[in-house]
């Protein structure tokens, strides 16, 4: 195989030509490609030390910089991606709908005090209702009352 000493030439598109911003643009673009191309020497290749990968595929990246999936890096995962294409704000919340798929629900103040609550007991007191053993302690008397008034 034999190696280009110089990049192959590049055409700049009549369209980019007459626009100056994408003319300049591109012509950074141009500069770059061709400084990798100075510094693979003509392989197209960026050594790790010139801030590349020292490969021309995925791969071989990954074993040149020590990359391990599942070790090193996250692997892909549905459920993940599931989540990454949601929109969140503000008093949202997410919830599963089946397996690695996910949704976003509103959550109200009033959600977010049960929520925050670390017991049943802590539950109870933001809702301001009783046990049922604080139910069954009251008296016969007051029972009857309370079924009048709907409070049990």
């Known amino acids: ?5 110089n990049p192959p030439p ?3 598109p009549p369209a980019l030509a007459r626009d100056p911003e ?3 643009f591109f012509q950074r673009l ?13 392989r197209g290749v960026l050594a790790i030390t010139e801030g ?19 070790k090193d890096v996250q692997a892909w995962d549905a459920g993940l991606e599931s989540i990454a294409g949601l929109a969140t704000a503000a008093d949202r919340m997410i919830y599963t ?19 925050d609550d670390a017991t049943a007991a802590d ?10 053993s604080e139910v069954n302690a009251i ?14």
């Not at 195989?1 to 000493?5: A, N, P, S």
Request: hydrophobic content about 45%; charged content about 20%; proline content about 0%.
């Open 30 to 42: 141009l500069k770059d490609v061709y400084l990798i191309w100075e510094k693979s020497g003509g």
């Open 10 to 12: 590049v055409m700049i």
């Open 139 to 152: 008296s016969e008397e007051d029972r009857r009352y309370a079924l009048l008034m709907g409070v049990i």
């Open 123 to 132: 539950q109870r007191t933001t809702l301001d209702v009783y046990s049922k």
């Open 52 to 70: 590349g990968t020292g490969a021309d595929n995925a791969s071989d990246a990954r074993t040149n910089l020590g990359l391990e999936i599942g």
């Open 97 to 115: 709908t089946a397996h690695d798929v996910y949704a976003v629900a509103t959550l109200t103040a009033a959600g977010r005090a049960i929520l």
């Open 1 to 5: 195989m034999t190696l280009r000493t």
């Open 22 to 24: 994408l003319s300049v």
